[in-house]
């Protein structure tokens, strides 16, 4: 018989936790309310699937997610991945910000144990709460040897999608997250998980190649969105004055930088600022001219999106600000 797997849970708050007045209602709850043995409870048979452990290690709506708590996240993640008693760690959360805490453990926690965020739409208080059942199957690919070695992993609505491609694409349907461009790794059909083999099913190259474990704080990195009107640079200005150490420019379409906003982009960079260039576009891949590679200093963020471009100059900027090195780290992720 199958040895029962051990699944460690770490709570930290989302909808998946949230508590509404009415049982109809999907909106006006409020967040990060259930605790993680409530989590569990919550899920008729879950010990079944595995035997489980949990913390809590905050119980916030993720739009309020600091970068001191990922800190702490990534320490507990690797505490619990170190463990022989744990073969697979999820983690609850919310999923405003739940890309961006699955691709900083992705970078930051080297383990080749399943790690596995979830969320939900619905509060836990809804008629059809979605939650019991991404944990349920977070739990399943957790404990699952086939999901070894393959990154940070978010199961959602059966689905499963890499820490890097994955994004919050809906506001308010259950199919929230999706990979543009590149579709799930995998979906789930009860107990079948079916992996799609021709995506990424070895160990994503970046997992855990930056350490965070002695540091306090991330280098402060400012993202500047770009729109018609928005060419004046105000906010560069101000992320500058405000001491940022790099910029990540939301450009609109493939990079282009709007030409009066040029000359102060090209003056941050010669001031030993970064500047990657993303998009607002939610798909594609930045991919720049040489002249705004090579002359201007200014990195393509490839397919990551502005909020993942930022999480990687910032981690990038704990060990150096050479704009070629920057360069190369980002163009390792095409
Ligand atoms: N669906 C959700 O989880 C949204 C919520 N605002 C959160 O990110 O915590």
């Not at 849970?9 to 409020?30: E, L, M, N, P, Q």
């Not at 043995?37 to 008729?44: D, E, K, M, T």
């Not at 959360?93 to 805490?101: P, V």
Request: net charge neutral; aromatic share 4%; hydrophobic share 45%.
């Amino acid at each position: 018989m199958k040895r029962k797997a051990n699944v460690h849970i770490i709570a930290t708050g989302g909808t998946i936790a949230g508590r509404a007045a009415s049982a109809a209602a999907t909106v006006g709850y409020k967040a990060g309310e259930l605790t993680v043995g409530q989590l569990i409870a919550s899920v008729p048979g879950l010990d079944k699937l595995a035997n489980l452990s949990g913390e809590q290690l905050c119980n916030i709506d993720s739009k309020d997610m600091q970068e001191a708590i990922w800190l702490q996240l990534a320490e507990r993640v690797e505490a619990a991945a170190e463990r022989k008693d744990v073969d697979g760690i999820v983690i609850t959360h919310g999923t405003d910000t739940l890309e961006e805490t699955a691709f900083f453990l992705q970078l930051t926690v080297k383990t080749d144990k399943p790690i596995v965020l979830t969320g939900a739409m619905r509060p836990a208080t809804a008629i059809s709460a979605d939650g019991p059942m991404n944990i349920w199957q977070s739990v399943q690919v957790a404990a699952d040897k086939s999901a070894t070695g393959r990154g940070v992993l978010v199961v959602m609505n059966g689905q499963i999608n890499g820490a890097e491609t994955v994004t919050k694409v809906n506001v308010n349907a259950l199919e929230a997250f999706q990979s543009p461009g590149r579709g799930p790794m995998g979906v789930m059909i009860d107990e079948k998980i079916c992996w799609n083999e021709s995506g990424a099913c070895t160990l994503p190259t970046h997992s855990g190649s930056v350490s965070v474990k002695n540091l306090t704080q991330l280098p402060k990195v400012r993202i500047i969105y770009g729109y018609v009107g928005g060419d004046d640079g105000l906010f560069v200005k101000a992320a500058l004055r405000d001491e940022a150490r790099g910029l990540v420019y939301a450009a609109c379409g493939n990079g282009s930088v709007p030409e009066k906003l040029t000359g102060l982009l090209k003056e941050t960079v010669a001031s030993g600022v970064p500047v990657v260039i993303a998009t607002r576009c939610g798909g594609g891949i930045v991919v720049l001219s040489e002249e705004m590679t090579e002359i201007n200093g200014f990195i393509p963020a490839g397919p990551l999106n502005p909020q993942k471009a930022k999480i990687l100059l910032q981690l990038a900027l704990t060990k150096t600000s050479d704009v070629k090195e920057i360069q190369q780290l980002f163009a390792s992720f095409l």
